[in-house]
């Protein structure tokens, strides 16, 4: 009778083993969130290795991904003039030569809210009185660079 007793009690925990969840000691860091993308960061961890033979890798930190997609932004080469900034209605964006680019604007919550293009144009206006009052960012996109003026909308 203490034979199927005991294996009784014991048949649950038999389902349940060992989770090791990622822990960090660090002195400051933080988790954020928005939407589907969450960004974790953490201050203090001064040694971040990767070992690495034949068949293994074995990276140091439980921030570091096994899949890292990165962007590399690299600043428009030629001479840009955006004015006036502040903006009350108008936003004029001047190139030094013409070029075909892709104009975004994105409010501060990420949203696009205004997009234009330049046709092998060097001046463009954009409409900033449809907007509120708030800071935005316009992004300069050609084939291959990329260029990020902050501005700010005001009345």
Do not use: W
């Not at 961890?45 to 890798?57: A, D, K, P």
């Not at 234009?116 to 449809?130: A, H, R």
């Amino acid at each position: 009778m203490k034979k199927p007793l005991l294996i009784l009690l014991c048949f649950p925990f038999i389902g349940f083993g060992q989770v090791l969840a990622p822990s960090l000691v660090s002195s400051s860091g933080n988790t954020f969130s928005s939407g589907n993308v969450i960004m974790d960061f953490s201050l203090g961890e001064v040694v971040i290795t990767t070992h690495l033979n034949s068949s293994n890798i074995l990276t140091q930190g439980f921030h570091q991904e096994i899949l890292k997609v990165t962007t590399q932004v690299v600043n428009i080469d030629i001479k840009t003039k955006v004015f006036p900034n502040p903006t009350t209605s108008s936003l004029t964006i001047e190139l030094d030569k013409k070029i075909s680019a892709e104009l975004l604007v994105y409010d501060i919550k990420g949203r696009v809210v205004i997009k234009d293009k330049l046709n092998n144009e060097n001046t463009k206006t954009l409409n900033f009185g449809i907007l509120k009052q708030g800071n935005y960012l316009l992004y300069i996109n050609t084939s291959d660079q990329q260029s990020i003026y902050k501005i700010q909308k005001i009345r």
